[in-house]
């Protein structure tokens, strides 16, 4: 019922800066929270940044200062500016939303949309 898709990984040079973009569509009612966490092989998922529908944001220490998280709510999209990369910043970065969404004239919530996952890759 909820898609999310990201773009904007890539390869880039330490102290480099890339920008990822998620937009959700489907059969959406509101957007609750958007985010991006990430994951490195062997590695559990984590937290790099939240934003919620009324503009709070919330970001992990390790990207606090170099990471900007921020939302378009008309167009349902999340974005991820990222500066000052570090080679440890390198993982697949996957979008998160908290979402209500309709379904058999109904409005459900799901905190576990998810999207592809976009890889990002820091290295000289």
């Known amino acids: 019922q909820v898609q999310l898709v990201e773009s904007g990984g890539g390869l880039v040079q330490p102290g480099g800066s890339l920008r990822l973009s998620c937009a959700a569509s489907?059969?959406?009612?509101?957007?609750?929270?958007m985010g991006w966490y990430r994951q490195t092989p062997g590695k559990q998922r984590e937290l790099v940044a939240t934003?919620?529908?009324?503009?709070?944001?919330n970001a992990a220490d390790s990207v606090k200062g170099r990471f900007t998280i921020s939302g378009d709510n008309a167009k349902n999209t999340v974005y991820l500016q990222m500066n000052s990369l570090k080679p440890e910043d390198t993982a697949v970065y996957y979008c998160?939303?908290?979402?209500?969404?309709?379904?058999?004239?109904?409005?459900?919530?799901?905190?576990?949309?998810w999207g592809q996952g976009t890889l990002v890759t820091v290295s000289s």
């Open positions: 934003i919620t529908s009324g503009g709070k944001t």
């Open positions: 998160n939303a908290d979402v209500s969404y309709w379904s058999g004239g109904h409005v459900m919530r799901t905190l576990n949309a």
């Open positions: 489907g059969s959406i009612f509101r957007i609750n929270a």
